[in-house]
């Protein structure tokens, strides 16, 4: 089985620019998971995907940080402008059961995650 | 408010000595408990998860945590611990009632002497 696939692996950009990361998950996984992990520090959620509906942004700057999930598999998150704050490894995770299924297993599948530098 | 806490940021330990990771919760409720080890450059692997049941729950890689009810904890150990278990290794904390949400704590550096 295929794991969750993320691109591009590395990424440098000057601040005020902007750059977009790609995530594809296990096929089937109706829940799928941003996360932002700074140098040093645990990941932070950013947001989180039931299908292709929103259950939590709340963490998400959205004065610049956007991201969408088209027809509930693949999603891309999006950084515009930049700052140099924003400088982190970007990890897509998938798991399988949605919001308010009985059974949960609970398990997140992580990608390998995008580094994003910002100069 | 609901939080994860590593309270050890760097663990050093000789090879083929035993390990205990502290991780800490605070929560009305009891939560879902995860451990995960992130080597550098990889993504994050699951050790081993909590939900409910036996206290000690037994993990991959021949790592055991034990949740603990009246001290809110989830520690990871090991018995024997080898060179290639040096790694960082992130408590996470699932919070039942919500969109299977999962918090991360700050993570401990896990070094290995041989």
């Known amino acids: 089985e295929a794991g969750v696939a993320q691109s591009p692996r590395y990424k440098i950009i000057e601040k005020r620019q902007s750059v977009a990361f790609w995530c594809n998950p296990i096929?089937?996984?109706?829940?799928l998971y941003w996360y932002q992990q700074i140098l040093g520090q645990g990941p932070k959620l950013l947001i989180q995907?039931?299908?292709?509906?929103?259950?939590?942004d709340s963490q998400l700057p959205k004065d610049r940080f956007s991201a969408e999930r088209l027809k509930g598999v693949d999603s891309t998150l999006k950084i515009q402008p930049a700052k140099l704050e924003d400088s982190a490894v970007y990890l897509c995770?998938?798991?399988?059961?949605?919001?308010?299924?009985?059974?949960?297993?609970?398990?997140?599948?992580f990608g390998e995650g995008s580094r994003l530098t910002v100069l | 408010a609901q939080s994860v806490t590593q309270p050890d940021i760097h663990i050093t330990v000789s090879e083929g000595a035993s390990l205990e990771l502290r991780c800490n919760y605070s929560?009305?409720?009891?939560?879902?408990l995860f451990w995960y080890v992130q080597s550098p450059g990889q993504g994050l692997q699951l050790l081993l998860k909590?939900?409910?049941?036996?206290?000690l729950v037994q993990g991959i890689k021949g790592f055991e945590a034990e949740f603990k009810r009246s001290q809110s904890s989830f520690n990871l150990r090991k018995p024997s611990v080898h060179w290639s278990d040096a790694a960082e290794y992130f408590c996470?904390?699932?919070?039942?009632?919500?969109?299977?949400?999962?918090?991360f704590g700050a993570g401990t550096r896990l070094a290995v002497h041989p």
């Open positions: 995770a998938s798991s399988l059961e949605g919001v308010g299924v009985g059974r949960r297993t609970g398990e997140l599948f």
């Open positions: 096929s089937g996984h109706a829940t």
């Open positions: 995907f039931q299908n292709n509906g929103v259950v939590d």
């Open positions: 929560y009305g409720a009891t939560p879902y």
């Open positions: 909590y939900f409910s049941g036996d206290t």
């Open positions: 996470a904390v699932m919070f039942s009632g919500g969109y299977n949400k999962l918090i």
